[in-house]
Nanobody
């Protein structure tokens, strides 16, 4: 599964961006689709995940209330809408797919090591 992430950019604090992740020719049906981010010198950290089959979501505390993960079944695309961006949100953002087709709990889905496929990453820079 080749994931293609897009939508990053430079934005001022308080601004918004929407990231997209698609896999041309593939469906995400049954997968868990996650967003992670990695800032310079830091480990990759969980941001959000969506269960594709039912649309339920889970967020890291640091982004709860500001970020929204969603999906478009027709376009086989997962989105991360980010509002009220802060300088500490600056990072490379990655989408990832967990493809076991097995129901996983959110603790499991918050671990980057559990994901099978990764996109190339898209840079988000928030200036103060």
């Amino acid at each position: 599964v080749q994931l293609q992430a897009s939508g990053g950019g430079l934005v001022q604090a308080g601004g918004s961006l929407r990231l997209s992740c698609a896999a041309p020719g593939r469906t995400f049906s049954g997968y868990h689709m996650g967003w992670f981010r990695q800032a310079p010198g830091k480990e990759r950290e969980f941001v959000a995940v969506i269960r594709w089959s039912v649309g339920t979501t889970y967020y890291a505390d640091s982004v709860k209330g500001r970020f929204t993960i969603s999906r478009d079944n027709a376009k086989n695309t997962v989105y991360l809408q980010m509002i009220s961006l802060k300088p500490e949100d600056t990072a490379v953002y990655y989408c990832a797919a967990e493809t076991s087709l097995v129901w996983r709990d959110y603790e499991f889905l918050s671990r980057a090591s559990e994901y099978d496929y990764w996109g190339q990453g898209t840079q988000v820079t928030v200036s103060s």
